[in-house]
């Protein structure tokens, strides 16, 4: 089974600061990717990479960061951090593969005060 | 760009009986790939079926089953038999066939209410 791993479930941070969201897959994917959620608009693509050092602006990626230094590690970094970012992160990943789904972590909840 | 709408953010569902959630999408594109994921408390997305649009026939996967009208690019998803743990936000998903990047475009999400 594949399984990504996300490095916190909640996490509470004071606005300015520098947050770093990490998440790894045991798979050997090429693809990763980082969505955030909230109520009523679904899952919204903030950025994703196809290969190491390689990334792609999702939808929404003002005031967000990524970093893919190794292939099975993909960094979300919110260089300022601000209230509005408060939401549900969920990291996914999936192989090189027409139809293949994505494998989702369980999601980090961060509260941005 | 492509766009998925989900118009029914909640529904609700006696044990035992059979619920259709609804999904429309936007594309211009004829091959493309669509999906429904499950979201239960725990959070953790799990694929509950896939549909390739070139293929005709629906798909199904034991008590879900997807009406899939690529004209009126409409995407179902049908439960029948509703179990207490079917309980949770149901999101469907397009994926462009062009690129292959694997990025998927999400609705805004059902959340289902199973009642005992």
């Known amino acids: 089974d594949v399984k990504v791993t996300q490095s916190s479930r909640y996490l509470v941070k004071r606005t300015g600061e520098k947050v770093f969201l990490e998440c790894v897959q045991d798979?050997?994917?090429?693809?990763m990717f980082w969505y955030r959620q909230d109520p009523g608009l679904g899952l919204r693509l903030i950025y994703f990479?196809?290969?190491?050092?390689?990334?792609e602006k999702g939808d929404i990626p003002e005031g967000y960061s990524v970093s893919r230094e190794k292939k099975e590690r993909f960094s979300l970094i919110l260089e300022s951090a601000s209230t509005n970012q408060t939401s549900m992160y969920l990291c996914?990943?999936?192989?090189?593969?027409?139809?293949?789904?994505?494998?989702f972590g369980n999601g980090t909840r961060l509260t941005v005060t | 760009a492509q766009t998925v709408t989900q118009s029914q953010p909640e529904m609700s569902v006696q044990e035992a009986e059979t619920v259709t959630l609804s999904c429309t999408y936007d594309?211009?594109?004829?091959?493309?790939?669509l999906f429904w994921y499950k979201q239960p408390p725990s959070r953790q997305m799990i694929l509950v079926i896939r549909?390739?649009?070139?293929?005709?026939q629906n798909a199904t996967e034991n008590r879900f089953s997807v009406n899939f009208q690529k004209a009126a690019k409409s995407f179902s998803l049908k439960i029948s038999d509703s179990q207490l743990g079917d309980a949770a936000m149901y999101f469907c998903?397009?994926?462009?066939?062009?690129?292959?990047?694997?990025?998927?475009?999400f609705g805004q999400g059902t959340t289902l209410q199973v009642k005992p």
């Open positions: 996914a990943s999936s192989p090189v593969v027409r139809n293949s789904p994505l494998h």
């Open positions: 798979m050997d994917h090429e693809n």
């Open positions: 990479s196809y290969d190491v050092k390689m990334k």
């Open positions: 594309t211009s594109e004829s091959d493309y790939y």
């Open positions: 549909q390739e649009a070139y293929k005709q």
């Open positions: 998903a397009y994926r462009s066939e062009a690129g292959n990047t694997g990025k998927l475009i």
